[in-house]
């Protein structure tokens, strides 16, 4: 059974930093691609970043390209999401993800990803 733990989530103030991290239990990291998701309040869940299978690869979306940054731990099956120079515009519930499909590419639509953790919630105080 695959299982996603995010942690590392908080309240931070404009332009401040932190280090979210995603713990992959029940598969090895390196053969699937995972992803990042967030949901503000009242939102819709949107991709924010993701890395391929070969960890060689990432893409991000507009807003955050420059300020966030996805790196992996093979030995420890951990995903980290960098988030720098946050803005209160990144206020969400984060989210980290994966899917089935070995060997899979970038997807950037929530309905690619079947394996979702619980989330860890970002404040970003102006």
């Known amino acids: 059974q695959v299982r996603l733990v995010e942690s590392g989530g908080g309240l931070v103030q404009t332009g401040g930093s932190l280090r979210l991290s995603c713990a992959i239990s029940?598969?090895?990291?390196?053969?699937?691609?995972t992803a990042w998701f967030r949901q503000a309040p009242g939102k819709e869940r949107e991709f924010v970043g993701g890395?391929?299978?070969?960890?060689?690869?990432?893409y991000y979306r507009d807003s955050v390209k420059g300020r966030f940054s996805i790196s992996r731990d093979i030995a420890k099956n951990t995903v980290y999401l960098q988030m720098n120079s946050l803005k209160p515009e990144d206020t969400a519930i984060y989210y980290c993800?994966?899917?089935?499909?070995?060997?899979?590419?970038?997807?950037?639509?929530?309905?690619?990803?079947?394996?979702w953790g619980q989330g860890t919630q970002v404040t970003v105080s102006s």
């Open positions: 029940g598969r090895t990291l390196s053969y699937f691609a």
């Open positions: 890395m391929s299978w070969t960890g060689s690869s990432t």
């Open positions: 993800t994966t899917n089935d499909v070995r060997h899979g590419t970038i997807e950037t639509g929530i309905s690619n990803y079947n394996h």
